[in-house]
């Protein structure tokens, strides 16, 4: 296992002990908003690790983790950054541009309601404005899944191929959302600093 497996392997054990440890605290203090920022952000993290139905259930999974916390405190900025980011997810994960551009005015009401309680906030303020690039961020993963469908019917020419293809997916991937990912890890590192765990590795497979 290379070291990128692994660090992968570790985020990905770290998670689900958080998604575990928040669920568990959720029994015994459902009213607790960090707690569920925690749950949310961890639900979020993970959905990265999925594909498919399975990555969209868990982002909505989280996105109604962190409504739940804003109905408990409805001006909770972190909550509200985080809500923005599981909405952008949301818009990345769907092939339709109307939908994806719903998603992207909701994480941007979002992070500008964040930005409201706490002006001087800059990375609330970074994540405004990377959220008015996401529709054509949208726009170009579309291309180039449709890109990469299209060559997919070519004849393979030797059995490297598939893995090599996988590799430019997934580079192209952190290219396109790298930015959306690293604005989780971050929350998660806020959110993890609150409670007794301590914080994941970062993931410095982002560009």
């Known amino acids: 296992m290379d070291n990128m497996q692994k660090e992968e392997l570790e985020r990905l054990m770290f998670f689900e002990q958080a998604r575990e440890k928040a669920a568990a605290e959720y029994n015994r203090s459902p009213t607790d908003p960090d707690n569920l920022i925690r749950w949310g952000g961890a639900l979020l993290e993970l959905a990265h690790f999925r594909q498919g139905q399975d990555s969209i259930d868990m982002v909505q999974d989280a996105v109604s983790k962190l409504e739940e916390a804003l109905r408990i405190n409805p001006r909770k900025p972190d909550a509200l950054w985080c809500l923005g980011n599981a909405h952008t997810s949301q818009g990345f994960l769907v092939n339709e541009t109307d939908k994806a551009n719903g998603f992207f005015k909701k994480a941007a009401r979002c992070f500008q309601q964040a930005l409201d309680e706490e002006p001087t906030n800059e990375l609330y303020q970074r ?15 579309q291309k180039q899944l449709a890109s990469q469908a299209a060559l997919s019917g070519a004849p393979a020419a030797g059995p490297a191929k598939p893995a090599a293809k996988k590799k430019k997916d997934s580079d192209f991937k952190y290219d396109v959302m790298g930015w959306m990912v690293l604005a ?23 560009k």
């Open 127 to 141: 994540a405004l404005e990377m959220t008015e690039k996401a529709p054509s961020l949208h726009q170009e993963l």
């Open 184 to 206: 989780i890890g971050v929350i998660a590192w806020v959110s993890m600093a609150k409670s007794n765990m301590p914080p994941p590795p970062p993931p410095s497979s982002l």
